[in-house]
């Protein structure tokens, strides 16, 4: 019987998956070895790859913030230097005013002196209607528009031509904030109608409002916050929940005529609005619903309400009408209430740049804290990632060894 020859090929199929099993381990290697990583695949490290990128995601997220900062103090510092404008002008016609006060002058020189008040007024306007980058006015509080403040003119008497003799804000009282923390803002709108007020602003309605009381639940809207009333408040509960509201405003009765008061506690322009379809506001006679805050204020109230704006156009009225007393006393004094206002927004402005360096500093805690913590899961020890490659490399050159004793070549391999 003649025996039969049994050839296999398993032993050559056996080093070549070994051969490809340590090439692939020696390429993982020497990739984590580049990358600086221990993890190359999820599987590598389920656990230590999810908490990899929940840190990572943390460190884009402060990112971010830090950006946000970066932007705001930008804004600041752009508002910042306007108003430093602002404040040496009207140091400037502060000058002005105790010259005109203290020395006696003939009615030509008042001219001059009102043409140069009027002039620094022209100056102030332009730096309060400045515009960023984007052509917005950056004193507009949060509206896109190229203007924070329009000026309106005519006839001044003394005057030989028209001059400014009202500057209306045209911006909004909304707030724009960036968030620079988690869950933490900073407003970094500029609200014209804030800034360059120089006096409380009040309003009190004519109209006896002591009996009154109102029919249906109804709302108001002060300085942009929403104020519920319901039906049965008298204007003595009406009053109470505008005073409790947490703003800077004060409702009262006036004793002479019964009507509602409104008055600021701050420096600022009142905005004051019926919503929802009510008419609270406008049956207590403070506001006209044909107009648009904060220039609705109904034509029977009274009100007293002076910008900085003001204050430099009363000085020059009176310089046109050449009345000392007026200068020396109430034309002054709004022009030391004109700088404090400008002063404390600056201040303001001031104190949110501290705030910010802070939480920038916060901020570059954080994310070395988060950088740290992905390295520790997904870091590689480059001293071990050395040893891992070199053995793994030795592995593989054995294997190429054992292969070629292995795979001895036979006289069927050349006849192929």
Known sequence: MNGARISSNMAKWNIQSSLMEKGVQKNSAQEKLNSNTRIENLRDDPVGA?????????????????????????????????????????????????????????????????????????????????VNQDGNAIFAGNVARDQAFVAMEANVPGASSHMVVGIQYVGDNAENKLEVSDRQYMDYSFDGSKIFWAENHQVASERDARAFRLDTDSSILINGKEIQLKAGDSIYSINEKINNSGLAVEASIDSMTGGIVVSSRTPQKLWLEDVQGGSVLSDLGIVDSRRRPPYNISESSQQTDTSVFDSVMFLRDQFLQGDIEAIGSRGIDLLDKSIDAITSALTTIGTNDKISDIALQKLDKDNLLAQQNISQQIGLDFAKGITDLQNISDAYQTTLKTAGKVLQPTLLDYLR
């Open 50 to 130: 999810a908490m990899a990128m929940k840190y990572g995601s943390k460190s884009s997220r402060i990112e971010q913030f830090g950006k946000n900062i970066g932007n705001f103090k930008a804004i600041n510092s752009e508002a910042e230097s306007e108003l430093y404008n602002i404040l040496n002008v009207l140091h400037t016609t502060r000058e002005l005013a105790v010259r005109g006060a203290n020395t006696p002058t003939a009615a030509g020189a008042m001219q001059e002196l009102a043409l140069e008040a009027d002039g620094l007024l022209q100056q102030i306007l332009r730096f309060a209607n400045h």
